[in-house]
């Protein structure tokens, strides 16, 4: 067994004040056999969700997972929510579902519910959330999640997922649960690694490196670096274009010979990943000043490249009503529209912790910077003419936090089976997103018109940026709150057989949020030896982002045929699209405000547990844990509207009138109900080695049970506040169940690792029923084989997706771009198998 270090001990005591910076005691020992560190886990120390004393994950009142370094390694994959989504069955990461920032900053899914319904956590402090707000994306539209692929992988010790609501304990966000990431706490050594790889069909290459770095700081402290780089390329599905005509037709109709020759797979590359370039940094340090005391920090540095293709234009055509933009003097061929952003993060936390009297206190600080740069590259704004640039910045997004925790907690006995945990603390939180203006070029519309001899003489060309548009002075701006709040945390063993804990916290927001109450009671009776029920109660909330608050947005979106009730559309046979330009309008705004928009109001949520634990055998752990969700006042973004009475509220307000537009509003309530069950056995097979093998199981069900009336203003129109497509993305566009099985065998210096994953049906549906479609279940099996050349270099070779699964080929296709066969949910992605190689050095 692992015998964990004094210091470590240290550190899970100093771990028992403050937001749960655990015990850093890392992946089990090179010289354990795969049993023993299988028996380990199971009785591996937790205290994410607790505030006394640590508990094993069995013991815990509410169900965790947690990921070990050694296996973040072991699935090859280089982005912490690919790891992340091949590990964890209640976790979720949609393979495309949109451009530009929403495939940077891709949304997930935890517990059926969205990505910044969750709290993350690194060292036990809230970590800040990105400035790029998904508002392309389908699943998770509009949401402002933590970007988990700018924390280096290769400096995490350990994930521990708290599978509970958690706002009591943690304040906003924390309905779905909680993610803390630990890093490592190494005091000598490091290590050196390289990953690469490739999809089957020889695209999407991906190279990464990585390294750590650890010293001693002082007598017993410690200072522990680390680095992660990581390069992708693009791959895209699509299929070769079936236009009838790529270029215009000559006179009398025939075809341009050209049309024959000219590769017709061009216009298919938005159809899957983008480029991306990450380097990722981390230190964590730790000093004591006296045996009471100790000072600590650590932080991230990180940097991000990307490039997307967000939209894909033929030449200009009259047989394509909507291609006014692909002007011949620039792009005789049409072009690709390629999204940029260039993002820098940071976020620093500095603190100190120790003991005076029979009190263990915490104080920190943390400051978090984002700032990104989009631009658009390889298009133009046609209402310029052949002179429009073709680079263009179309803004910068800005978000900074900086939270400053005090907590205190101590025991006492009062006469129970073991002592009272009593923790008190206290936070004040400051936030400010920013939005500034892109290139004037970006957003003017110009006065220019297509000359005669070409498609559409005599019209001007549809205004803005192809795909997308800079953001105008009108709607830049900065925004900003703070918060205040307190909290009281009890908890003991009423019982040698019972634990019992409550938790209460009062948070006040500025801006207009106003002041909510969230209280959480939880317990665990051990009824038998290894055998256990537990159950929890709880009320919280999550405060609507500001970037949800202020955001607003002009850039072209696909309207489906046939179009929603009262939309106007362009629809042509055979086309399953039609590109309109569309704005996000911000809820403050007097366009939004005209069209039924209201001020945003913080989401609630009450959340129920109860599940069972039991160790019937030596090295066999079971766990079954149900729960219910209910939140009040979802923030979602409301159904895209356009027409003539629309145009004509829009142009009263100064905008164009033939937009479509949008915006945020709390407009549903939603129950989810789910179940997690999880199978955990590690087999001693004597000379043939070590088999650990876990089987989880993860099914959840969403239910709208209320939507929001719809503004008279939208109802006379026809309109529906939240849409069938809406409504259907909500509930059924991720896979309701998803079940996992692995097999981990070692034996000397070899090690196999193979998971097999079955990802459940779930639905694209459309603003139409003849368009939806339902994907079925898919197993996909990832294969891991590893080697030992010595006692610190480690070999590997592996395969995810290694019977190179696809999504069902029913997506809507679009024959201009060949793009849409395998839709845009797919939990896999839609790239097919991909193999790689990883080579590791330990000093």
Known sequence: MRIVSLRAALIASAALVSTPALA????????????????????????????????????????????????????????????????????????????????????VTLRGLNGDQALFLVNGKRRHTTSLINNLARVGRGGVP???????????????????????????????????????????????????????????????????????????GFVDFGINWKNSRAASRAIQSTAKYIYPALPGGAADPRDATIPRDFWGQSYGPGEEDVIATSVNAELPISDKTQLYAFGTLSHRSSKKNTGSYLPNNVTRPNTTTALPEVYPEGFNALRRIFQLDT???????????????????????????????????????????????????????????????????????????????????????????????????????IPAGQPFAGRPPAPGLSSYAGTTPDDAGKISRNSYAAYVDVGGDVLENWYVGAAARAEYYTGGVGSTVSGKLSTRWEFAPGYAVRATVSNGFRAPSLAQTIFGSSTFSSIQCPPPAGVVANCQPGVPYVSAPTKVLPTFSPAAISLGAEPLEPETSVNYSFGITAEPLPKLRVTVDAYQIEID????????????VVGAILAANGLQSDLSVSYYTNAVNTRTRGVDAVVEYAVDLAAYGDLRLSAAY?????????????????????????????????TIGTPRDKFSLSEIWSLDRWKVSLRQTRYGEYTEAGSQPVNDRTYSPQWVVDLDVSVDLDANTTLGIGANNLFDQYPDEIGLLSPDTGTGRFGSFSPFGITGGYYYARFERRF
């Open 24 to 107: 850093q005691s890392g992946a089990p020992n090179a010289s354990q056999s795969g049993v023993d560190a299988a028996d380990d886990a199971v009785a591996e120390l937790v205290v994410t969700g607790l505030r006394g004393q640590a508990r094993s994950i069995v013991d815990s009142p509410a169900p965790i997972d947690v990921v070990s370094a050694e296996q973040l390694t072991d699935t090859g994959k280089q982005g912490l929510k690919e790891v992340l989504n091949t590990l964890l069955p209640s976790f979720n990461l949609p393979g495309v579902n949109g451009g530009g920032t929403s495939w940077t900053v891709r949304s």
């Open 146 to 220: 933590v970007d988990l692929d700018l924390i280096p992988a290769a400096s995490i010790a350990r994930i521990e997922v708290l599978r509970d609501g958690a706002a009591a304990q943690y304040g906003s966000d924390a309905i779905a649960g909680v993610i803390n990431i630990i890093l490592k706490s190494d005091d000598e050594g490091g290590q050196f690694g390289v990953n690469t790889g490739r999809n089957y069909l020889g695209d999407g290459e991906t190279i990464g490196a990585s390294a750590t770095y650890a010293r001693p700081l002082g007598e017993d």
């Open 347 to 449: 976020q620093v936390a500095f603190g100190a912790r120790g003991e005076r009297g029979d009190w263990r206190w915490d104080l920190s600080t943390t400051v978090a910077h984002d700032n990104a740069q989009l631009d658009g590259q390889n298009t133009l704004n046609a209402t310029l003419g052949p002179s429009s640039p073709t680079y263009f910045h179309l803004s910068t997004h800005v978000f900074d936090q900086a939270t400053t925790n005090f907590d205190i907690a101590r025991e006492y006995e009062v006469g129970l089976a073991g002592p009272l945990t009593l923790a008190l603390g206290a936070e004040h939180r400051f936030e400010q997103f920013e939005i500034h203006p892109g290139d004037e070029a970006s957003y003017v519309i110009g006065d220019y018109v």
């Open 633 to 644: 006042d979802r923030i979602v973004d409301a159904s895209v509207i356009r027409g003539p």
């Open 698 to 730: 993860a099914w959840n069900k969403t239910e709208i049970t209320r939507i929001k009336p719809t503004p008279a203003v939208l109802a006379n129109l026809g309109y529906a506040l939240f849409d069938r497509q809406k409504q259907a993305d909500l």
